[in-house]
């Protein structure tokens, strides 16, 4: 007879309490083995792919997209056994291999979770239920599971669910993609000022299409917002963001949640825990301009992306190593400031879904072509929405490459758990005194924001000195290096 086995939505990372089911990859029916992706979750730092812990047939989809679900809960029935061949098992199943009693489930990555009891549906939204499961109906405030639903006992036989612990699975755009274009598109995105890596692509094979292109660059465009009473118009009404406009058209609200949420708490734990002080420095960095053009012709770089942020990132990493001590964290607990014997380089990103921080992991060990890779890894990654809570775990030390919007500086706040930020302004030619006579130079002004309980003013000079002087002549990275 058949064996039903419960999946439970596990923690993805770092304690999250809960996720919101974006897309599910599966059908009642639908036949899955271990590993296969089957849902698609957004949590509050990322998106993330869950892989199945079973194999067999989907016997019922316990949570719709859109809801928000606690860790823990289940969401997905699998029947292992739909041709009956075992004798064990029945609607009540057992704790599975990979899942401990009386616990929620267990992937390796993603930890385990307490059993939680509720789900909470996406407020504004009507989501219709699972074709097997409870009726389309307002949610309770707790909803227990409907009842497995058996698959008909001529499904094909499918390969028993083998034991070990279970890989979670990570989308492949973590690792990033190869970008598939022909070259019309490449130039209709170069002109439209579009990021090929961070198109969704709809063609055959993934080639990114005309259409593509022209849709991405379409919802990049700057929105107005409503002036007079007679032109009152919602500019935000998506469905997808869970916004709802007002019965007068004059206001759209939207739920604060997920990323945009963290970051706000993050942020306001930041700055009123940490003191915050900013130095500033003016730089000449035309050497560091030359240096960057060079390296683009260089046949080592050919495959990877080389601008001024990565001369930038090596000069901060080669600062951190002359003064280790900015490379640290405070311990209110345990009232204790920890220094750290590794650079986890963040890099701030903005995204569509808000503000991220991956960090590239031992950065202090990369030689400049390794550096450029992590980098251009981890904007793909951050671009292409995919950015898990383990790139974002454990930084030291970060980057605010506020330049790219023609920013010139600014005083970025900390992120939680380390002790400095550095902010890369916009390079612009500018009137400078060179050698005595004034010449057109590229400049660009950096912004170092510090913890003041554990790094004084001098200290903060001291390494955005260094910064500045790597940057001004690139060679002072052989001296120090």
């Known amino acids: 007879m058949p064996t039903f086995e419960q999946f439970k939505l596990p923690d993805a990372g770092e304690g999250l309490t809960e996720a919101e089911i974006v897309q599910w990859h599966v059908a009642v029916g639908d036949e899955v083995t271990v590993n296969q992706t ?144 022909k070259p019309p598109v490449r130039k209709l995105a170069r002109d439209l000022g579009v990021e090929l890596a961070s198109v969704p692509a709809t063609g055959p094979g993934g080639i990114i299409t005309r259409e593509d292109v022209l849709a991405y660059s379409a919802r990049s465009e700057p929105r107005t917002l409503a002036t007079y009473a007679g032109d009152d118009s919602p500019w935000l009404n998506d469905a997808g963001t869970g916004s709802s406009v007002t019965p007068d058209g004059r206001q759209t609200r939207v739920p604060v949640k ?37 390296l683009r012709e260089d046949r080592e770089f050919k495959d990877v992306r080389v601008t001024p942020l990565l001369i930038t990132a090596r000069a901060l990493l080669l600062a951190v190593r002359r003064h280790p001590d900015i490379n640290a964290s405070w311990d209110e607990a345990a009232q204790e400031i920890v220094y750290k014997h590794y650079v986890n380089l963040g890099i701030a990103a903005a995204t569509p879904r808000g503000l991220v921080v991956p960090n590239i992991k031992d950065a202090h060990r990369l030689d400049l072509k390794g550096l450029a890779q992590g980098l251009s890894d981890l904007t793909a990654t951050a671009r292409a929405g ?78 955005l000195s260094d910064v500045a002087k790597i940057l001004e002549d690139p060679a002072q990275a052989l001296v120090w290096g």
């Open 258 to 294: 997920s990323v945009r949420k963290r970051t706000a708490e993050a942020m306001v734990q930041s700055a009123f825990t940490a003191p915050h002080v900013t130095e500033f420095h003016t730089v000449d960095v035309t050497k560091t301009m030359k240096l960057v053009a060079k």
């Open 386 to 463: 995919r950015t898990t809570p383990a790139d974002m775990s454990d930084g030291t030390i970060t980057i605010t490459n506020v330049g790219v919007f023609g920013i010139d500086t600014g005083t970025p706040i900390l992120n939680p758990g380390e002790a400095a930020i550095l902010a890369f302004g916009a390079i612009r030619e500018q009137p400078w005194v060179h050698k005595g006579k004034i010449k057109k130079r590229w400049v660009t002004q950096l912004a170092l924001s510090f913890d003041h309980r554990l790094v004084d003013g001098a200290l903060g000079a001291y390494v």
């Open 38 to 181: 089957i849902v698609e979750i957004e949590t509050a730092k990322s998106l993330v792919e869950l892989p199945s812990p079973y194999t067999g047939v989907v016997a019922e989809l316990l949570v719709a997209e859109g809801d928000t679900v606690e860790v823990g809960v289940p969401i997905i029935v699998v029947d292992t056994d739909p041709s009956g061949a075992t004798s064990a098992g029945g609607p009540a199943a057992e704790p599975a291999a990979g899942e401990a009693s009386g616990s929620g489930a267990v992937l390796v990555g993603y930890g385990v979770a307490e059993q939680a009891s509720a789900r909470r549906p996406r407020r504004g939204s009507a989501v219709a239920a699972a074709p097997s499961g409870p009726t389309a109906e307002p949610a309770p405030p707790v909803v227990a599971p409907a009842a497995p639903v058996a698959v008909p006992a001529a499904a094909a036989p499918v390969r028993p669910a083998p034991s070990g612990p279970i890989r979670a699975l990570v989308s492949a755009a973590t690792a990033g993609r190869t970008v598939l274009a």
